[in-house]
């Protein structure tokens, strides 16, 4: 089942294939409620940020289940606006105060710039905060670390300045929106693609080759929108606050063949050029 399958970083750390996301999740009940129907169902790989500001929320979820510690994985973010090195440690600390877990799995870089100023330039504040980040990792504090909704041109400086190549790139990625020229560069460097708005916040489930295939196989087109991220080998966040969709996003053990994935290139997605955001 996917909820027992891993990939592999760079570094060798395994990850589960699939993660619970919590973007949009209201702190408090929501998301607590959200995190422990995930972990009672199955999931072990939980994606939150200090900017969704339920960090406390999930933490809680994850002690009260009593899963072993080793058995999870649990992912956060620096804030976007937030670039450079004393800064990132003590943004990493409160996130650690939050979530109360230990040490975390994965620690990303929420965007290449501030939400309130999409396209800044912030490259050697992101050097700095690379810099703390390698730092945390290199003491223990952090098993592996990346980026999100950075472009090559955003990943290059961080490995010239450092020498150090992110494990991960989280980034909008679902049927019709594959960003394949940063894709291509990721799968080149050995950086895992995680692909967050899987299911494209629900835009894209009425599709008609979608929906076609969906009936193919028997399955959802949500099913279809996740097996697909798992066929291009990334790794997919769904989210929702509702058990039945919360266990149906787990049920993904059919394959789509070659013929289904040619079908699936000719989607395309009239909100491309929205503005994005996780």
Not at 73 to 92: N, R
Not at 151 to 160: A, M
Not at 224 to 251: D, F, G, M, Q
């Amino acid at each position: 089942m996917i909820k027992d399958e891993f990939y592999t970083l760079s570094n060798g750390v395994k990850i589960p294939k699939i993660a619970f996301g919590t973007w949009q999740v209201k702190p408090g009940e929501e998301a607590y409620n959200s995190v422990a129907m995930a972990l009672k169902n199955g999931y072990r790989h939980i994606d939150t940020a200090l900017a969704y500001e339920n960090e406390e929320s999930v933490g809680q979820a994850i002690k009260d289940s009593k899963i072993k510690r080793e058995e999870l994985f649990i992912t956060t973010k620096l804030p976007s606006h937030i670039k450079g090195y004393k800064d990132t440690v003590d943004a990493f600390n409160l996130s650690l105060k939050n979530l109360d877990c230990g040490y975390l799995d994965l620690y990303l870089i929420h965007a290449p710039w501030p939400w309130s100023n999409v396209g800044q330039d912030c490259v050697e504040g992101n050097i700095e905060s690379w810099r703390a980040m390698i730092d945390l990792y290199n003491q223990g504090l952090i098993k592996a670390i990346g980026v999100s909704n950075f472009r090559e041109s955003d990943i290059k400086p961080l490995i010239d300045a450092t020498g150090f190549t992110p494990h991960v790139d989280q980034i909008r990625f679902f049927i019709g929106n594959t960003q394949e020229q940063l894709y291509n560069y990721c799968v080149k460097n050995n950086i895992l693609i995680e692909a967050y708005s899987p299911l494209a916040t629900g835009n894209i489930l009425k599709n008609e080759i979608i929906q076609k295939i969906a009936d193919k196989h028997n399955v959802t087109p949500a099913k279809v929108a996740l097996r697909y991220c798992l066929e291009r080998k990334t790794l997919p966040l769904p989210k929702s606050t509702h058990e039945e969709r919360i266990i149906a996003n787990l049920e993904l053990d059919f394959r789509l063949d070659d013929e289904d994935m040619k079908e699936l290139a000719l989607v395309h997605d009239s909100n491309l050029d929205r503005p994005y955001r996780s």
